[in-house]
């Protein structure tokens, strides 16, 4: 099973090219089938009408995906800067992005992909994601997979720019992931979501993704009391005792 990822100078939009979803969805296959059963006429007139509508331009502008470059480092961090601002304020994990000194970093490293989708040169959403356990940091346990045959995509980072939500950005992305993962031999994505980030929680739970038995943030209260004592009266100085008088009881030394 090849689980490395493709070379990094991939400079071309070599990827599907895929224009975004809308709101009124295609026939379902069912309904294709009640179609046949139309009249000839019917059908030759839907014929006709499907073909003109297949010379026509797209309507809406094309969502892209293809490999980071290094050109787009400075990019690319900006835009997470702007898709994470929003989670990274009400959450206790760590910052994401981390650094962007991490960043450069990841681009670096071997088994590790990093997607570009854009609309019209624009960012649109980034994904980054790996196929083996990297980093001796890392949070997550192998052994736990290997166990139950999971031969996980670690999905590290999914980002859609704010203004872009609710488009099926998001959706295509997945999309995207999913294929990633079945032309690797791959049979699931692996994620961390912080618990609070209830609209990405919401989301991935109903796009058939379940709670794994990982860590949770637990925290205690505790009755504090400062590390330093409070300020305290300095007592007076004390009288200068009397000078020494010769004691007549003690020995001489003579
Ligand atoms: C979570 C996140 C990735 C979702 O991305 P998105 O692009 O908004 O997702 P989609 O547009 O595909 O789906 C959002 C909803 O819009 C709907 N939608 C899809 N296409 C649509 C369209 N053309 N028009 C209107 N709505 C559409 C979908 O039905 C979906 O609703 P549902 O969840 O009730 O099914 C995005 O909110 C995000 O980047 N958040 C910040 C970063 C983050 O938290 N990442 C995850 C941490 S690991």
Not at 28 to 53: D, F, I
Not at 116 to 126: C, N, Q, R, T
Not at 132 to 161: C, Q, T
Not at 213 to 220: K, N, P, R, S, V
Request: proline letters at 8%.
């Amino acid at each position: 099973m090849a689980r490395k990822r493709s070379p990094r100078k991939t400079t071309a939009a070599s990827e599907p090219t895929v224009a975004p979803r809308r709101a009124g969805r295609g026939a379902q296959p069912g309904q294709a089938s009640q179609a046949s059963q139309a009249s000839q006429a019917s059908q030759a007139s839907q014929a006709s009408q499907a073909s003109q509508s297949r010379k026509k331009k797209p309507q809406q502008p094309l969502i892209t995906v293809r490999h980071m470059a290094r050109r787009d480092i400075n990019r690319v961090w900006d835009f997470l800067k702007i898709s994470f601002r929003e989670v990274n304020a009400e959450t206790v994990e760590y910052q994401r992005p981390r650094s962007k000194l991490r960043f450069e970093e990841v681009y670096e490293e071997e088994g590790i992909e990093q997607l570009l989708f854009e609309v019209e040169g624009d960012i649109v959403a980034y994904a980054e994601c790996s196929y083996e356990v990297i980093g001796s940091d890392n949070w997550i346990n192998p052994r736990y997979f290997e166990k139950r045959d999971m031969r996980p995509l670690f999905v590290d980072e999914l980002a859609v720019h704010p203004e872009m939500h609710g488009r099926g950005v998001g959706s295509f992305v997945l999309e995207q992931l999913h294929h990633l993962a079945r032309v690797h031999g791959l049979n699931h994505l692996v994620l961390e979501v912080a618990e609070n980030n209830e609209r990405a929680l919401d989301w991935y739970k109903k796009r058939s993704f379940k709670k794994l038995d990982a860590a949770i943030f637990m925290a205690c209260a505790v009755v504090t009391e400062p590390e330093l004592l409070p300020p305290r009266e300095l007592p007076p100085a004390r009288e200068a005792p009397p000078p020494d008088e010769p004691n007549e009881s003690e020995p001489s030394g003579e």
